[in-house]
DNA sequence: TCCCCTACCACTTTTGAATGGT
DNA sequence: AACCATTCAAAAGTGGTAGGGG
């Protein structure tokens, strides 16, 4: 069983930093504690050099890895039990940005949201005790702008911030992760804005530092742009879209479907669904502390009725049946008032690295207010995406 | 005009099939 | 025959940027 437990309160939460461990589920899913699951992500300090810059993820049509990529420890499964361990990205907020003048900048209302998409460790399922004897990578999780993708990555806007979403799920397949209970982690430093090209020339510089796929341009020498379209050969065009190493961990098309946000509390919730994600007061209380004055004018920014719907478009069919995870499923171990378990941030979102980012921060602290004793929003962002109904 | 996206480049790293040795 | 180690070609992946499009 994968269980809650261990940090209760916001102190600890803050002290745990990248060392997450589950805040203790509700009473209704004590009866599925037996232990406490701790995630660790790895590589922070190369997340924390990016974080501190302002992470960019580079998207591509024909989908791109991440640098960083994401790497984590697991602790505290059963090791005899199945688990089946996924990744999501989330907007961390409601706004899309630009680059400008050396900075981001919000640009405006968020893009509606592309289809969710859920990205599954290669591994999985594996028992507790594979899984925590070594490091977890998603290296090969891709990411993409293309809304019609067919081969699962991950689909993001660009010009928008995410964070990457860990879930800790036992169970013995793909196939039964709706009736298994799960446990979500996230890591703040992960937070990045994606872009199709890198705005910043800091990020470029720190990743050409760490990436040695970057090595062959940097030592490379010049560019021959003058050969540009003389060769009507794309080193894509030439190679299957699919390959040996295309995420062989993706959930199959036929297991990406979840029932939609419209659905059920959800519609309730319409709205700061992720800021509510990223609730629990510890990111909001921070962006107060960072930046009194220049929150004040966050409230130009709120948003009215975005749209966080999400709609899958992959619509595979051979499978008859497409399991899928709803929110009111009584194993949800997300409680429906409890602030501190809506979600595991330990930890408030990355800190702001500029006006627009902080007053987008304190568009969600404000957000996260006025949700206070609200219902459970997490579920705005299902774990599985969803086809089709 | 501005902003963002796409396609392409040259190079490095990774992958896995083929081969040879024990 | 089975296993392990090595080799090497192909595939995958990378950031920069010109050009295109909205």
């Known amino acids: 069983m994968v269980t809650a437990g261990g940090h209760r309160n916001m102190q600890q939460l803050c002290d745990s930093k990248l060392n997450l461990s589950m805040p203790c589920s509700p009473p209704a899913a004590d009866s599925y504690q037996q232990g406490c699951v701790r995630m660790t992500l790895e590589n922070a300090d190369l997340w924390t050099s990016f974080h501190s810059i302002g992470t960019e993820m580079i998207i591509t049509k024909q989908g791109r890895r991440m640098f960083p990529h994401c790497s984590v420890t697991v602790s505290g499964l059963q090791p005899f039990a199945n688990y089946v361990i996924m990744v999501d990205m989330l907007p961390v907020d409601s706004f899309k940005y630009k680059w400008k003048k050396e900075r981001w900048e919000v640009a405006g209302k968020a893009e509606p949201q592309p289809p969710h998409r859920t990205y599954m460790h290669p591994d999985s399922p594996a028992p507790g005790s594979h899984w925590m004897k070594q490091s977890l990578s998603f290296l090969k999780m891709k990411l993409t702008n293309n809304t019609l993708d067919q081969h699962g990555y991950i689909i993001l806007h660009s010009m928008h911030r995410y964070y990457p979403r860990f879930h800790v799920i036992q169970a013995d397949s793909p196939y039964t ?25 800091k990020i470029t510089k720190l990743k050409i530092d760490h990436n040695p796929f970057a090595k062959g341009f940097r030592e490379g020498g010049t560019h021959s742009h003058s050969k540009r379209y003389r060769l009507n050969k794309s080193p894509l065009a030439k190679r299957p879209a699919l390959d040996r190493t295309s995420l062989p961990g993706n959930i199959p098309p036929d297991l990406q479907r979840m029932p939609s946000t419209s659905d059920s509390v959800q519609a309730e919730n319409h709205q700061a669904s992720t800021q509510a994600s990223l609730k629990g007061g510890q990111f909001s209380d921070l962006a107060l502390q960072q930046d009194p004055f220049e929150s004040l004018h966050a409230e130009s920014l709120e948003l009215q009725g975005y749209d966080y719907s999400c709609e899958e478009q992959m619509v595979p069919a051979s499978l008859p049946q497409q399991p899928y995870r709803s929110v009111e499923y009584a194993r949800m171990p997300f409680p429906s008032n409890d602030v501190d378990g809506v979600h595991n941030l330990s930890q408030p979102p990355p ?7 902080r007053r987008a921060q304190q568009h969600d602290y404000n957000h996260q207010h006025h949700q206070q004793g609200n219902t459970a929003d997490w579920s705005q962002y299902p774990l599985l995406s969803y086809t089709s109904w």
């Open 177 to 201: 992760v709706r009736w298994g209970p799960f446990q979500t982690f996230s890591f703040p430093e992960t937070t990045f804005y994606a872009v199709t090209v890198y705005q910043n020339p």
């Open 351 to 357: 800190l702001p690295l500029n006006t627009a980012d």
